[in-house]
C-alpha cells in the first residue's frame, strides 16, 4: 500500500475490535493507565537511558507523510512541505530524535547528517560532504545514529567501519572508536586504535544510563560495548547461528538494531538469511550478557501470534526495535514493511497497521509528541505515525 501524500490516514480501533477490548480490560496497557507516562522510553534521551515518552496509541493511530513521498534526492534546506527541499536518503541510514526537544538528527546518504526541526517543518544541514570529506575523504556510507549526550552525536560509520563522534553545534568530526579499514574485523581493546568493527549491515547503535554505548556489529555477528576508552563483546561468538546463552556461549546472525528499555534490558534484531529474531540481553557494566529470544520462529515471516517461548509469532527482515513504558515492544518487518507489536500483558504479537512499502523502511525513532517517526528509504519519505 503505498503511503499517503497530502493527507492523514487513521486506523481505528475498530480495525481491530478483540485486540482493543482485551487491552481495555487489561490495567496499565492502555496510554495513561497505570504505567506512568514519565517512565516511557525514547531509543535516546539526550544520552540517558531514563525513560521519556509513552508512544502513540497503537489500537487508534493517524499516519501522515512529512516529506515525500518521491521526494528528490540532493541537499536542499528549508520546509519539509516545500517541492524544493532536497534529501538524500540513505539505505541504512540512522534516525534519532532528542529527548526534551523537536529536533530529530538524520544520517544521509550524500553523506551528511541533517537536522529536522518537528515545531518548525524544516530540515538544515549540520555536516555536509565537504566536511566529511575534508576529515577521511573514503568516508561515503553513514549508518546508525544516536545522541550520545548534550553535546554529541554518534553515527556508525560503514565505509570505514568506525563510529564517529559529532559535535552537534558545529558539526565537528573526530573518531570514537575503530581503525578506519575499507575491510573491517573483529578486536577488542582501546577504543581507538585498536577495536575493530565491521559494518556491513544495518547495525545499530544505543547509550544506557552508565554512558556505555552498545553497538550492533553485524559483520562480526556480536554485540559489542564501549565503556570509558574500551571496546569488549557484551555477546556473541562471532560465528553467525541461533543459540540463547551468556557471553561468547550465544550465537547471533546479523544483529540490525539496538536499543535500551526502561528497565535497562538491551533489545536487538537479527537480519540473517535462516535465523530472523528479537531478542534481550541482560547485562551489567563489566558483565556478559545473557541472550534470550522474545519474538521470531526463524522462518522469515511477518505471523502475527503469540510469542516466545514456544510463540508461532515470526518476523522478517526486523529493523529499528525498541520498547514502551508497559514493556512492550515495536518494530519495523523491512521485508514487509510492517509495523509490528508485541503486547507485553499479552505475550501476542499484533500489526496494528496496513503495511508501508516492503524494503523501504531504514530506521524508526520515538519524539517529544509520542509520536513514531519512520525513515522510508525506498519510497524517499518521512512518515509519523501518532
Not at 508512544?55 to 540532493?74: C, N, R, Y
Not at 547471533?252 to 539496538?258: A, H, K, T, Y
Amino acid at each position: 500500500m503505498p503511503i499517503s501524500s497530502g493527507r492523514d490516514r487513521a486506523f481505528p480501533a475498530r480495525a481491530f475490535p478483540l485486540l482493543v477490548l482485551l487491552l481495555a480490560l487489561l490495567p496499565g496497557c492502555r496510554k495513561g493507565g497505570s504505567s506512568s507516562s514519565n517512565t516511557s522510553f525514547s531509543l535516546q534521551n539526550d544520552g540517558n537511558s531514563g525513560c521519556l515518552f509513552a508512544g502513540p496509541d497503537l489500537t487508534a493511530t493517524t499516519v501522515d507523510t512529512l516529506f515525500g513521498p518521491g521526494g528528490s534526492a540532493g541537499r536542499v534546506d528549508g520546509p519539509l512541505a516545500d517541492p524544493g527541499t532536497r534529501i538524500t536518503f540513505a539505505p541504512l541510514g540512522g534516525v534519532s530524535a532528542e529527548g526534551r526537544a523537536n529536533r530529530v538528527y538524520l544520517a544521509c546518504g550524500d553523506p551528511s547528517i541533517r537536522v529536522i526541526d518537528l515545531g518548525a517543518g524544516t530540515i538544515t544541514t549540520l555536516v555536509d560532504e565537504a566536511a566529511f570529506a575534508a576529515f577521511d575523504p573514503a568516508i561515503l556510507e553513514l549508518g546508525a545514529l544516536a545522541i550520545l549526550d548534550a553535546n554529541r552525536l554518534l553515527v556508525a560509520e560503514h565505509s570505514r567501519n568506525t563510529i564517529l563522534v559529532v559535535d552537534r553545534t558545529t558539526g565537528a568530526l573526530s573518531l570514537f572508536a575503530g581503525v578506519p579499514s575499507a575491510v573491517g574485523g573483529f578486536a577488542d581493546g582501546p577504543a581507538i586504535g585498536g577495536a575493530l568493527f565491521s559494518f556491513d549491515g544495518v547495525g545499530g547503535l544505543a547509550v544506557d544510563g552508565d554512558r556505555r554505548v552498545l553497538v550492533a556489529d553485524s559483520g562480526n555477528h556480536r554485540i559489542r560495548s564501549i565503556q570509558g576508552s574500551s571496546v569488549s563483546t557484551l555477546v556473541g561468538s562471532g560465528v553467525p547461528g541461533y543459540l540463547d546463552g551468556t557471553g561468547a556461549r550465544a550465537f547471533l546472525e546479523q544483529p540490525s538494531g539496538v536499543a535500551i528499555g526502561c528497565d535497562g534490558t538491551l533489545l536487538f534484531a537479527e537480519r540473517g538469511q535462516y535465523l530472523r529474531q528479537v531478542r534481550l540481553v541482560q547485562s551489567r557494566s563489566g558483565v556478559n550478557g545473557v541472550v534470550s529470544t522474545r519474538v521470531g520462529n526463524g522462518l522469515g515471516a511477518s505471523v502475527d501470534g503469540t510469542a516466545a517461548p514456544n510463540g508461532v509469532a515470526g518476523v522478517h527482515d526486523p529493523v529499528a526495535p525498541m520498547t514502551l513504558p508497559s514493556g512492550d515492544i515495536v518494530w519495523v518487518d523491512r521485508a514487509s514493511g510492517k509495523l509490528r507489536w508485541l503486547i507485553a500483558l499479552l505475550n501476542t504479537v499484533a500489526t496494528p497497521l496496513p503495511a508501508f512499502p516492503a524494503n523501504g523502511i531504514a530506521a524508526m525513532t520515538i519524539t517529544a509528541d509520542d509520536s513514531l517517526l519512520l525513515i522510508d528509504a525506498g519510497s524517499q519519505a518521512i512518515v509519523r505515525v501518532r
